[in-house]
């Protein structure tokens, strides 16, 4: 059955949506040919890939714990390849003030320790540095399900954070922040 809802999970749009770096990338975030920019959880690649077209001059980071579900021959690169990263994000491998911005697209929801996890995130961010996180909507009438179908098949610590959770989440590690829907 797990193997099942991974497999079905990775067929969903969501996992190649790249609207969440598109709208961050137009919208939010000005971004120097010269930015340090990690992608957290790497899961199939196709937000690094997406990344590595979009913004080719940057310094691309990719981490995630397992790169058991990356498709290499899956994707698409831009002309200079992420830098791929095994790590517990619990413990960056990386310096103090280090980053520009930070993406986490479906990927918060999965991770033990979320305070931790903001205060690994908020240690690497140069100061005026941005998170951008994406993720599933706790007040969503299917948040639910999701953490249901993700409990059997694929990680019983998925938590659909709802904004207030995320706001006390921030606040508690000290980011500014904004909500965009």
Not at 122 to 138: E, M, Q, S, T, Y
Request: proline share 7%; aromatic share 10%.
């Amino acid at each position: 059955m797990a193997n099942l809802l991974k497999l079905l999970f990775g067929k969903l749009p969501m996992a190649r949506s790249a609207r969440a770096y598109e709208f961050a990338l137009d919208n939010l975030l000005d971004v120097s040919p010269k930015s340090m920019v990690l992608d957290i959880g790497t899961g199939q690649g196709f937000g690094s890939a997406y990344l590595s077209r979009r913004l080719p001059e940057c310094h691309l980071f990719s981490l995630d714990i397992t790169h058991d579900c990356f498709k290499r021959d899956e994707l698409t690169f831009g002309p200079r390849l992420p830098y791929f990263l095994l790590a517990d994000i619990r413990h960056l491998p990386l310096t103090s003030n280090c980053l520009d911005i930070i993406f986490m697209v479906m990927t918060f929801h999965c991770l033990p320790d979320p305070r931790r996890v903001i205060r690994e995130i908020v240690n690497a961010l140069k100061p005026g540095g941005a998170l951008i996180l994406a993720d599933v909507d706790g007040e969503h009438p299917m948040a639910p399900f999701f953490e249901m179908v993700e409990h059997i098949g694929i990680s019983p610590l998925t938590h659909a954070y709802t904004r207030s959770e995320l706001c006390f989440l921030f606040e508690d590690a000290g980011l500014q922040f904004e909500v965009h829907k």
